[in-house]
């Protein structure tokens, strides 16, 4: 135990200490000294701090990384630079493309990127709406002086009012199922995959991808199970529906930071990313003097030759040129050329 603190990255530590306290500052401001909060949801709570907990440690580590820093620090420099004003518009155009629509992934294959986006579609609006309702941000109330009108309430300020049995309140009270629907969906594209691919099957394990889409499907249908309870059961499988969804939830906020739901986190850095692309190819790009063609931007290659240097490795030629300067087919060459004349001064070519 002693061993787990000594090797613990004391920033990420503090940087995890800070969200987690935050989250329960924000979640007491909130919810009105939490005059609002569902004291029924209270497990989730604790899963929700203890799932923040864990992803700021690891994204902080993760920044820690000379080549993730580098790609964080350069996104920040050009998004304040002189010229970020074509940037607001590329990165609210891939964020529209490459975030919500998940068009990265089509490339691979169209019922890859069908199964991906209805994941991630049903996922991330679940958790716009229930990580606001565990915190007590929202919650629902009649509306004074009525029977039949709800008003919905942020940070404790009515914001909107439906009268039950609307198409409204029907949309409103089933948006849930409706996410349900499509993670049921798009998991079962994806195991489907998984059992079909020779590929995946190959290389696949239960707790990196079978786990957290297995965790997914039982979210989904128990959830849809807890709304067909007391839709047409009258409540009868109530508890035995709401128990397993609860599990099941805590299970996937406890597995957030470790498993392969982390990406989820990550993936928006892909825009910072393809900034970097945007802004290297402005500034030009480095011709490799062995086959005379243009290979890399000479941002790229500079910063690789920083960080290279930052992880302690010398590509340095005795000439006064780097080995980095080269095209992968230019190293290859190199590397080829070494090898002969090795093999020359020893007097042996096979052997």
Known sequence: MLQLFSTLNRKAFFNAIIAMLLVIVLAFLGSRNLQNFDAALIAYLF???FAVFGITYRYSIWLQRPPT??????????AFSRTFLPYIGQTFWLFIKNILFQRFIYPRGRNRWVGHFLLATGCTIAFAVTIPLTLGWIHFTLKPNTLDIYEAHLFGFSMLDFRLGSFMAFNIFHVLSWCSVLVIIGALMMMNRRLTNGG?????SFEG?????ILLLVISVTGLGITYDYTFLQGKTHQFMSVIHAITVILFLL???FGKFFHIFQRPAQVGANIYKIEGAKRGMVVCPHTGQPFATHLHISD???????LGFDFNLKDGS???????????SAIAKAHFKARQESGKFFG
């Not at 690789?304 to 930052?310: H, R």
């Not at 780097?322 to 290859?332: A, M, Y």
């Open 47 to 49: 899963g929700t701090v």
């Open 304 to 310: 690789l030759k920083q960080v290279t240097k930052e």
């Open 69 to 78: 820093k580098m790609y964080w620090r350069r996104t920040w420099q050009f």
């Open 322 to 332: 780097s080995h980095l300067d080269l095209s992968p087919e230019g190293k290859r």
């Open 200 to 204: 995946l099957i190959a290389t696949q």
């Open 255 to 257: 597995w957030l930071p």
């Open 209 to 213: 991808d079978w786990l957290p889409l």
